[in-house]
């Protein structure tokens, strides 16, 4: 260790002195120097290129349990602590979350309010059983975007989105009809919301009524009802839109597209899919 301290610094400080202050040899240190590395040492340059490339493309992202995943699946055998302290050593730190933006507070239609049925109850056996859905804002120099989206809880994939200049029920509408079409018409199908005039508007519950959804929403104020669709967009933002500026709305547009489906759906692990992204996930359900 001390050796490695030395190498580390010695473009600071002289070689001679740093020898001298931890009480050890030049020849002895110009030895370790020069001396062949280790396999260990040759592994940790193998793991680092894995764990360099699971990081850049998460887009600095990744935590170590997620850059471990990845590192694993390129058959490379290594364990957590090994891959945490690489990506110390190395300044690989993913960016922390920040906090999200204030949700929509518009008027509502109360005769148009539903129960709580999903009642919390995160996990589905089977495709196409429970949806969540909300939206979010994502700020440009030409204002606002409101982005809204519809995950399924089997996967955590999202199989359904919309963005728009306004928030309107045309906005939740239109992203709840992209994942009907994606997915086909659905069969006992739960959709979850919160109670936001856009979801309890008569056009959009048109729509369920029309394809027999069962409508499940938030109690009032509380946001932990609705977890796992605040998770999505908490991955959106860190990973992602908080740290963009977009001129444009389209440049935003093109951006979310890309992280929806050049990266979450298909690439984004998971710790409640066992580490597998929502698209690797479902292949797997379907061979089963």
């Not at 887009?59 to 995943?69: A, C, L, P, Q, S």
């Not at 606002?144 to 989206?149: E, G, H, K, Q, T």
Request: aromatic share 12%; charged share 25%.
């Amino acid at each position: 260790m001390r050796f490695a301290f030395i190498a580390k610094h010695r473009s600071i400080w002289p070689v001679a002195w740093l020898c001298s202050a931890l009480d050890v040899s030049r020849s002895g240190f110009h030895a370790w120097l020069n001396r062949s590395p280790s396999a260990r040492s040759r592994y940790d340059e193998a793991l680092l290129v894995e764990i360099d490339r699971s990081f850049k493309s998460s887009d600095r992202t990744y935590g170590t349990r997620r850059v471990w995943h990845d590192v694993l699946a390129e058959g490379l055998s290594c364990g957590l602590h090994r891959i945490e302290r690489l990506m110390r050593e190395n300044g690989l730190r993913a960016r922390p979350r920040r906090r999200g933006l204030p949700k929509d507070a518009g008027e509502r239609l109360v005769a148009s309010v539903s129960h709580n049925i999903l009642d919390r109850a995160f996990e589905a056996s089977a495709p196409n059983q429970k949806w969540v859905a909300d939206f979010t804002y994502i700020w440009t120099a030409e204002g606002w975007l409101y982005v809204a989206a519809v995950v399924d809880l089997f996967s955590r994939r999202v199989v359904g989105w919309s963005m728009k200049a306004e928030m309107t029920a045309q906005l939740v509408t239109d992203a709840l009809i992209m994942a009907i079409w994606r997915r086909g018409k659905p069969d006992s199908l739960l959709h979850h919301s919160d109670q936001g005039s856009q979801y309890t508007s008569e056009q959009f519950q048109r729509l369920m009524a029309d394809h027999g959804i069962t409508c499940s929403m938030s109690r009032s104020g509380n946001v932990w009802d609705n977890a796992a669709m605040e998770s999505f967009f908490s991955s959106l933002k860190t990973e992602r839109t908080a740290r963009k500026v977009y001129r444009t709305r389209d440049a935003a547009r093109a951006d979310v597209f890309d992280y929806i489906e050049r990266f979450y759906n298909p690439k984004r692990r998971h710790s409640t899919l066992g580490y597998l992204s929502p698209v690797e996930f479902e292949e797997i359900a379907m061979l089963a």
